[in-house]
């Protein structure tokens, strides 16, 4: 069974670390086919998606995490965001007029800039981490995150080919457990270095094209793991006439009615999606309608 637009758990056995392990096609592709994007900018969507996707396993409540770099360069923003189920979208903001070229990293297309990462729970209070762009790949900006925000020894391996006859995103990821089953503080730190540097031998190649199981069985077939079942991950966008509908009634009717007297309509377009929404007077007139509803 294909592996692709799935996200998988493991954990080692005999010591506290766990891994996430995923794969994307079909997602990848839909963003892709929003817009067009210069190369350089594609990989990076996938890489943004993947990183989104294998942070989202993290998520313990329905909500949405969204991973979010801006900055002064060519490429302003760029962002992913994957819900608790796994659906996952993502978009980039660029400068058309400059000239992209070919393994363009992070750091050199955002500029100036800061990597977000925010948890918008369903229910409850909204938390966002912020750090600089230190690093060329968004891996080692996450890493940093992790470490300076988290204080959790994390490492991250991403990979994007966009040029593949079916375009293809991938990640992995290793996080140290609070000690359970190895008391040891440097006993688990051998351990852990163990694990990362089996880990750092992968290639984009193995990450793009392996099955799961076959990736990690190559990289730590001397080790126990227990792989679990996988996840799903789709393409989803969150946008609908219902979240737009309360986002115009927070405008207000007069400043409504002012656009609708000078335009006629108030058309939304969806950036992620391309859906297209459009709201007449009558339209309008029955967001701000209080009379009752009419019992039969």
């Not at 790949?137 to 080919?161: D, P």
């Amino acid at each position: 069974m294909s592996h692709a637009d799935q996200l998988q758990r493991f954990i080692f056995e005999h010591s506290d670390i766990r891994g996430e392990i995923l794969t994307l096609e079909e997602s990848f592709q839909q963003v892709l086919s929003n817009a067009k994007y210069p190369a350089p900018i594609q990989a990076l969507l996938g890489q943004f998606m993947a990183a989104a996707g294998l942070l989202s396993a993290t998520l313990k409540f329905d909500g949405v995490l969204t991973l979010q770099a801006q900055g002064s360069g060519p490429l302003s923003t760029i962002m992913a965001d994957c819900t608790r189920h796994h659906h996952l979208r993502a978009i980039a903001h660029f400068d058309e007029d400059f000239n992209y070229a070919p393994g363009q990293h992070l750091q050199e297309l955002i500029g100036a800039g800061t990597l977000s990462l925010t948890i918008n729970p369903n229910r409850g209070e909204r938390y966002q981490g912020i750090v600089p762009l230190e690093s060329d790949t968004l891996a080692g900006c996450l890493e940093n995150y992790f470490a300076q925000s988290e204080q959790l020894a994390t490492r991250i391996w991403l990979s994007a080919a966009p040029e593949m006859d079916s375009p293809r995103a991938a990640g992995l990821l290793l996080q140290a457990l609070p000690n359970q089953k190895e008391a040891d503080p440097e006993a688990n730190q051998q351990l852990w270095e163990h694990a990362t540097q089996l880990a750092a031998t992968i290639t984009p190649e193995e990450q793009l094209l392996l099955e799961h199981e076959q990736q990690l069985y190559r990289l730590f077939h001397q080790d126990e793991l227990r792989i679990f079942e996988a996840n799903p991950v789709q393409f989803s966008c969150s946008c609908s006439e219902d979240r737009i509908s309360s986002a115009l009634v927070s405008l207000g009717q007069k400043e409504l009615q002012g656009i609708l007297d000078e335009q006629g309509s108030i058309d939304i377009h969806c950036e992620f999606c391309h859906q297209h929404y459009a709201f007449h007077q009558g339209d309008i007139d029955d967001l701000f309608d209080e009379s009752p509803p009419v019992l039969h």
